[in-house]
């Protein structure tokens, strides 16, 4: 089988079905209005229903597969579909069919799949399999919901890669002083210590601490030391603290639009006390967020590879073993 093949991607579909992505910013889903997006090559319909609620459900008509992401809402919170004017509810049965007249009932084929949906931390995150199936909860920031931080929710970045290779670039801590020096990065601190990785009991979370000195990106700053701290909620989910400074968190979701596409939701929290200028911090993390994709994007094999014997690991590198061992582990 190839790296790239049929079967491989079959897996990592099946397998990344099985946890809790962002499907929309929740601000971007604004109630009367249909997003269309996709998780897992899933075509998915998001919207509001008459209670405010986030809904997910599969985004094709089953009547004559057009795009429920074309629709509306109507004015009791059904999705509609644009076509014919099929009426869907949040638990994604078909309420009503215009054609039929209303002593006929509906078929249940009518119906279209709706999954379990979540809002969390200014994201909305669906699962596609039932709980019995489900291999992890949703990953909780507390940061963004404990009523202590400021939340920003970042611009969502596609990246024609793969999540693994996403993820696996965000802990990557030996490229900073070599791809970021045009904002964060110190040139003069270009050798990395080894990293001590540690897993959690349970085995769903990798952690480690990274001591840097990073530059200030708008140079009005001298380095300063400080301590990133890493959590990996296993497989496509980490928070990073002292992202931008002492008591900040740069939380980071790497959703799974196909199996080679990857939509980046990230969420930066921020103590109270801190004037933030949400514009000017979005600019900057655009300078380091757009070198990291073309990079990942350059990257073959597409899939990252897990067997420790393909690439090279140095002892700089031992957040990438521990992650790679980790989700052959898990089954990818
Ligand atoms: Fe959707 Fe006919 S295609 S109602
Ligand atoms: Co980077």
């Known amino acids: 089988m190839s790296v790239c093949g049929s079967g491989a991607v079959q897996v990592f579909e099946q397998l990344a079905a099985c946890f809790w992505h962002p499907v929309a910013r929740s601000a971007d889903v ?15 319909a998001v919207w509001r229903d008459g209670d405010g609620r986030a809904q997910v459900v599969d985004g094709i008509c089953p009547h004559r597969g057009t795009s429920l992401a074309l629709g509306d809402v109507t004015i009791d919170g059904c999705l509609r579909c644009p076509y014919h004017g099929w009426r869907f509810d949040g638990s994604g049965r078909c309420t009503l ?22 809002e969390h931390a200014g994201l909305v995150w669906a ?13 909780t920031w507390a940061a963004a919901t404990d009523g202590r931080h400021q939340v920003h929710v ?8 793969q999540a693994f290779r996403q993820v696996e670039n965000f802990c990557d801590v030996a490229h900073f002083s070599v791809l970021h020096v045009d904002t964060f990065g110190n040139p003069a601190l270009e050798v990395v210590a080894p990293l001590a990785v540690e897993v959690s009991d349970d085995g769903w979370r990798l952690s480690f601490d990274f001591p840097y000195e990073a530059c200030d990106p708008t140079g009005s700053r001298p380095p300063a030391p400080m301590v990133f701290e890493y959590e990996i909620d296993l497989p496509f989910s980490v928070s990073l603290g002292n992202a931008s400074g002492p008591g900040t968190s740069l939380c980071m979701a790497s959703s799974p639009l196909s199996a080679t596409e990857t939509r980046v939701f990230w969420v930066c929290t921020f103590p109270l ?18 070198p990291d994709r073309a990079i990942v994007e350059s990257q073959r ?13 140095l002892s700089f590198d031992r957040f990438a073993v521990a992650y790679r061992k980790r989700l052959k582990e898990i089954g990818f």
């Open 30 to 44: 604004r109630s009367g209005q249909v997003t269309g997006t996709r998780l897992l090559d899933r075509p998915l």
């Open 97 to 118: 069919v215009p054609q039929l007249a209303p002593s006929r009932p509906i078929p249940r084929q009518a119906d279209v799949r709706a999954y379990r949906v979540s």
């Open 127 to 139: 699962c596609l399999v039932d709980e019995a199936d489900e291999l992890r909860p949703r990953p």
């Open 154 to 161: 970042g611009e969502v970045y596609d990246w024609k890669a």
């Open 273 to 290: 006390d801190i004037e933030v200028d949400e514009e000017a911090y979005e600019a900057i993390e655009a300078r380091i967020w757009n």
């Open 301 to 313: 094999p597409v899939r990252l590879p897990l067997d420790p014997l393909e690439e090279l690991h």
